[in-house]
């Protein structure tokens, strides 16, 4: 869990294109209100709103941004609209009734190791945290109802993840073209390019994930 | 929000012509006292195809479908989170000794069930008669 994400794409914003044919209305209009309507809490408590908040911070953290990519905002709607998530392992409660008891665990978790709330923790206790709760190294009541890692991985990440990467912001820093119609791409082979995607700044040869 | 989220579309002896905006096609439509040949649930690859099939041999067919009626040209934003509404996202368990994990969208909710999601357009109905299951969310 870094602090900083280093963008191959620091000239490229997906909304440069807004105007060009690359988006259309419909897109537009979804998107616009994805930026500008940013819900409230609805139906998480305080107490859990909190928690979520400072789980969220850690797993994308954004310490670079004016303006943070809002997650929790999204997370409570989804939760409040009953939107529902399709397939989940029974040994998981419904969706609505997992986030409730995984906040509340996290929160019982960091009370019983540092008799502090798990929001007022700071970032090293709260990623431990964190990573106990992935490896199901948990001593916290709360987690008899509910399994850690099947949480942590198949509600929580899942959830955060697809969320943050629904924004124009997370699209841009990784170069993401945004819409595939109408234009969409047509140059695909190899080391071709259509004007309209972003361009990598390359590594230097020593920051190569892979060697050559 | 799309009006085929909010109120059935197919009604009234026509249905949505999936490649025009606003467009309509023809279809059949039977009274609720009128008896049918056949009643197909679910309009997916299956239902729908069957649906057709049974229609061109000259059978009464109404088929039922739980999801909403898409016109993709006017109703089809291109964005993976927008496109959450074409999926059966209710409560489905995954349990036994080896628990499968499940793709999160592999299921649609929609005239056209999961092929909307996989060819992004609507199968072409004629006999489809949307029902009142359909539920604004």
């Given at each position: 869990m870094s602090e900083h994400f280093t963008t191959l794409y620091p000239d490229y914003d997906v909304l440069d294109k807004w105007d060009t044919p690359s988006w259309n209305e419909t897109t537009r209009s979804v998107v616009r209100k994805?930026?500008?309507?940013?819900?409230?809490?609805?139906?998480?408590?305080?107490?859990?709103?909190?928690?979520?908040?400072?789980?969220?911070?850690?797993?994308?953290?954004?310490?670079?941004?004016?303006?943070?990519?809002?997650i929790a905002p999204w997370i409570d709607a989804r939760l409040f609209e009953s939107e529902g998530a399709g397939p989940r392992y029974a040994s998981l409660p419904p969706e609505q009734e997992s986030w409730r008891r995984g906040m509340d665990a996290i929160e019982a978790e960091a009370q019983h190791r540092y008799r502090r709330p798990f929001d007022q923790l700071d970032r090293v206790e709260q990623d431990l945290l964190l990573r106990s709760i992935d490896n199901n190294e948990v001593e916290a009541a709360d987690w008899q109802a509910l399994p850690s890692k099947s949480f942590f991985r198949h509600v929580l990440l899942r959830a955060v993840v697809e969320i943050y990467y629904a924004h124009p912001a997370a699209w841009s820093e990784i170069g993401f073209g945004g819409p595939a119609s109408p234009r969409g791409y047509v140059r695909l082979g190899a080391n071709r390019r259509d004007e309209w995607e972003g361009a990598e700044h390359k590594r230097s040869s020593a920051q190569r994930l892979y060697p050559k | 929000m799309s009006s085929a989220e909010i109120e059935p579309r197919a009604v009234?002896?026509?249905?949505?012509?999936?490649?025009?905006?606003?467009?309509?096609?023809?279809?059949?439509?039977?009274?609720?006292?009128?008896?049918?040949?056949?009643?197909?649930?679910?309009?997916?690859?299956?239902?729908?195809?069957?649906?057709?099939?049974?229609?061109?041999?000259?059978?009464?067919?109404?088929?039922?479908?739980?999801?909403?009626?898409?016109?993709?040209?006017?109703?089809?934003?291109?964005?993976?989170?927008?496109?959450?509404?074409?999926?059966?996202?209710?409560?489905?368990?995954?349990?036994?000794?080896?628990?499968?994990?499940?793709?999160?969208?592999?299921?649609?909710?929609?005239?056209?069930?999961?092929?909307?999601?996989?060819?992004?357009?609507?199968?072409?109905?004629?006999?489809?008669?949307?029902?009142?299951?359909?539920k604004p969310r």
């Open positions: 994805r930026l500008d309507e940013v819900p409230p809490r609805r139906f998480f408590t305080e107490q859990r709103w909190l928690t979520l908040i400072a789980v969220c911070n850690r797993i994308i953290p954004q310490p670079d941004r004016n303006e943070p990519v809002p | 009234d002896g026509r249905a949505p012509d999936v490649f025009t905006r606003g467009g309509w096609t023809q279809m059949r439509e039977y009274s609720d006292d009128e008896e049918v040949d056949f009643v197909v649930v679910g309009t997916g690859a299956g239902g729908g195809t069957l649906t057709a099939r049974l229609g061109e041999q000259g059978f009464k067919v109404v088929a039922l479908d739980a999801g909403p009626f898409w016109r993709p040209l006017e109703d089809f934003a291109s964005d993976e989170k927008e496109q959450n509404k074409l999926y059966w996202l209710q409560d489905r368990i995954s349990g036994g000794e080896h628990p499968i994990e499940f793709g999160a969208n592999n299921s649609g909710r929609s005239v056209g069930g999961s092929t909307v999601h996989f060819l992004f357009s609507v199968l072409c109905l004629a006999l489809v008669l949307q029902p009142t299951l359909q």
